[in-house]
């Protein structure tokens, strides 16, 4: 199962005791998963369809605590590609529910498509929260967090999309709407945008379970950049031991070690001898023992000999 789909469950268990949250929700899962059916006569037909048995369940409980209307739930089988059954609800003459929940308003006398939110149904905080809870319920997702951090909302009119964002973002969130095919997604990428979002629809569950992938993708990122660091670190050491290593061989081979300082011949039998050790470690063989930055200096000279020894080489031939 799905993460989204995990969530889901959770939020379709929790039913809240307010007639006026549950008028919120109802209003948002019908706006966003269903579909009105214009009969003549002022009269109209409402279907509500869900794949997911726990959502279908959720709408039937909130028609009958919310407006006591009793409804059915009809199965229907998907043959096409094996897809999941669907849960469809219907109800007929549905006409005074719909301008119960405000999908439907009176405008100079006649009946009209509410396309915007519905406004005294969100009057109160509790409210607002269950109206979005009720958006996801029936046209959200949420990805997996151990891939991405990303969730949607998904509508079908744009002056509505643009109204759910900035209801929204009236908790502080940074919501934006984009355009996908005939649809209009409100989304949210930032992990911690979809924490407070996830609380404000009352998914703790699911909140918990996303924040700790985050923790463990968060440790594992840093332990991965310390293991990087650390070899590149290792990588550019060994690099520059080998060239050290390259030069006073040149030095041996032309013009022989004892014609070093004694300081850097110093050096240069330890490091021939220990070309796995890094500068400070060098250093410390010394006697007396030197710094990182003394040790480099010296065997700054020994390959400014080097390269002096390659140059005449090169003249003689």
Same mark, same amino acid.
Request: glycine share 4%; proline share 2%; net charge neutral.
């Given at each position: 199962?799905?993460?989204?789909?995990?969530?889901?469950?959770?939020?379709?268990?929790?039913?809240?005791?307010?007639?006026?949250?549950?008028?919120?929700?109802?209003?948002?899962?019908?706006?966003?998963?269903?579909?009105?059916?214009?009969?003549?006569? #002022?009269?109209?037909?409402?279907?509500?369809?869900?794949?997911?048995?726990?959502?279908?369940?959720?709408?039937?409980?909130?028609?009958?605590?919310?407006?006591?209307?009793?409804?059915?739930?009809?199965?229907?089988?998907?043959?096409?590609?094996?897809?999941?059954?669907?849960?469809?609800?219907?109800?007929?003459?549905?006409?005074?529910?719909?301008?119960?929940?405000?999908?439907?308003?009176?405008?100079?006398?006649?009946?009209?498509?509410?396309?915007?939110?519905?406004?005294?149904?969100?009057?109160?905080?509790?409210?607002?929260?269950?109206?979005?809870?009720?958006?996801?319920? #029936?046209?959200?997702?949420?990805?997996?967090?151990?891939?991405?951090?990303?969730?949607?909302?998904?509508?079908?009119?744009?002056?509505?999309?643009?109204?759910?964002?900035?209801?929204?973002?009236?908790?502080?969130?940074?919501?934006?709407?984009? #355009?996908?095919?005939?649809?209009?997604?409100?989304?949210?990428?930032?992990?911690?945008?979809?924490?407070?979002?996830?609380?404000?629809?009352?998914?703790?569950?699911?909140?918990?379970?996303?924040?700790?992938?985050?923790?463990?993708?968060?440790?594992?990122?840093?332990?991965?950049?310390?293991?990087?660091?650390?070899?590149?670190?290792?990588?550019?050491?060994?690099?520059?031991?080998?060239?050290?290593?390259?030069?006073?061989?040149?030095?041996?081979?032309?013009?022989?070690?004892?014609?070093?300082?004694?300081?850097?011949?110093?050096?240069?039998?330890?490091?021939?001898?220990?070309?796995?050790?890094?500068?400070?470690?060098?250093?410390?063989?010394?006697?007396?023992?030197? #710094?990182?930055?003394?040790?480099?200096?010296?065997?700054?000279?020994?390959?400014?000999?080097?390269?002096?020894?390659?140059?005449?080489?090169?003249?003689?031939?």
């Amino acid at each position: 199962m799905s993460f989204s789909s995990k969530t889901k469950n959770e939020l379709a268990r929790r039913t809240s005791d307010s007639k006026c949250c549950q008028l919120a929700e109802l209003s948002a899962l019908v706006r966003v998963s269903g579909t009105i059916q214009l009969v003549g006569l #002022g009269k109209t037909n409402l279907f509500i369809t869900t794949e997911n048995p726990a959502i279908a369940r959720l709408i039937f409980v909130l028609f009958k605590r919310s407006m006591n209307v009793h409804t059915v739930i009809d199965v229907v089988k998907n043959t096409v590609l094996r897809k999941n059954n669907s849960y469809q609800i219907k109800i007929t003459d549905a006409t005074d529910i719909l301008k119960r929940l405000e999908i439907m308003i009176m405008d100079d006398e006649s009946l009209i498509i509410n396309n915007g939110l519905p406004k005294k149904l969100i009057e109160d905080e509790c409210c607002k929260r269950a109206y979005i809870r009720g958006t996801f319920l #029936g046209g959200g997702s949420l990805s997996d967090p151990e891939k991405s951090y990303h969730m949607e909302l998904i509508t079908h009119r744009e002056d509505y999309a643009n109204e759910l964002s900035e209801l929204i973002n009236t908790y502080d969130l940074h919501s934006r709407v984009i #355009g996908r095919k005939k649809n209009f997604i409100v989304y949210l990428k930032e992990g911690d945008q979809i924490v407070d979002l996830l609380n404000i629809i009352g998914a703790h569950t699911a909140l918990m379970s996303f924040e700790n992938t985050r923790i463990v993708k968060s440790v594992r990122n840093k332990v991965n950049r310390l293991v990087n660091c650390e070899t590149a670190n290792l990588t550019k050491m060994v690099d520059a031991a080998v060239k050290q290593k390259q030069y006073i061989e040149i030095i041996e081979k032309y013009d022989g070690l004892e014609s070093l300082a004694d300081n850097l011949k110093e050096i240069a039998m330890i490091r021939l001898n220990n070309t796995d050790v890094s500068l400070k470690e060098l250093g410390e063989l010394l006697s007396p023992p030197i #710094g990182k930055s003394g040790v480099n200096h010296r065997l700054r000279k020994i390959e400014k000999i080097a390269l002096e020894i390659l140059e005449r080489e090169d003249k003689d031939d």
